[in-house]
T-cell receptor, first 117, second 113 residues
Framework: DAGVIQSPRHEVTEMGQEVTLRCKPI?????LFWYRQTMMRGLELLIY????????DSGMPEDRFSAKMPNASFSTLKIQPSEPRDSAVYFC???????????????FGEGSRLTVL | GENVEQHPSTLSVQEGDSAVIKCTYS??????FPWYKQELGKGPQLIID?????GEKKDQRIAVTLNKTAKHFSLHITETQPEDSAVYFC????????????FGGGTRLMVKP
């Protein structure tokens, strides 16, 4: 398997522009997660899905952020309008089953580095 | 919710020495404790994990210990090599409270040749 695939790997945009990050989870995985990584706040969970349904979005910073999972093999994280403080590395991850059971493991993608000028 | 503290934030060791990274967690219900290694420009990758029904787990040069009473767990790397240089994250998960991991702040490990 190719692992979790994210695109773009790097995005530079200007404040106010819309940003869309994309993720393809590992085939067969039923959980998908979006994380944000910054020096100040570390790894933060933004939202996660189970079988394409959003389960917990309490980590989404504000209404400018939205995430969708239209099918089992694709998810997007959208920021509109973007601001400089959104600059971070955004990771998508997937798992088969819940993590605290014996077979749970979280697999991360390579990340999308976003810079908002 | 769960809170995970990780120390130290940076650690420098000579090649061949051992490295120890420590984490504490706040919720006694947590039962799954993975460790991730993140190399520059890449996503975190699971290197070892432990569940609350065991106190120690080893995988070659890497070991993790868990003290549920004290609510802390540690990563031990023996015979460190330059390729062990990376950022290491601990995490904890509470069963039946959603399928979520709470991460520690990370430790940057530098192994000097």
């Amino acid at each position: 398997d190719a692992g979790v695939i994210q695109s773009p790997r790097h995005e530079v945009t200007e404040m106010g522009q819309e940003v869309t990050l994309r993720c393809k989870p590992i085939s067969g995985h039923d959980y998908l997660f979006w994380y944000r990584q910054t020096m100040m706040r570390g790894l933060e969970l933004l939202i996660y899905f189970n079988n394409n349904v959003p389960i917990d979005d309490s980590g989404m910073p504000e209404d400018r952020f939205s995430a969708k999972m239209p099918n089992a093999s694709f998810s997007t994280l959208k920021i509109q309008p973007s601001e400089p403080r959104d600059s971070a590395v955004y990771f998508c991850a997937s798992s088969l089953g819940v993590l605290w059971r014996n077979t749970g493991e979280l697999f991360f993608g390579e990340g999308s580095r976003l810079t908002v000028l | 919710g769960e809170n995970v503290e990780q120390h130290p934030s940076t650690l420098s060791v000579q090649e061949g020495d051992s490295a120890v990274i420590k984490c504490t967690y706040s919720d006694s219900a947590s039962n799954y404790f993975p460790w991730y290694k993140q190399e520059l420009g890449k996503g975190p990758q699971l290197i070892i994990d432990i569940r609350s029904n065991v106190g120690e787990k080893k995988d070659q040069r890497i070991a993790v210990t868990l003290n549920k009473t004290a609510k802390h767990f540690s990563l031990h790397i023996t015979e460190t090599q330059p390729e062990d240089s990376a950022v290491y994250f601990c995490a904890a998960s509470i069963p039946n409270a959603g399928n979520m991991l709470t991460f520690g702040g990370g430790t940057r490990l530098m192994v000097k040749p």
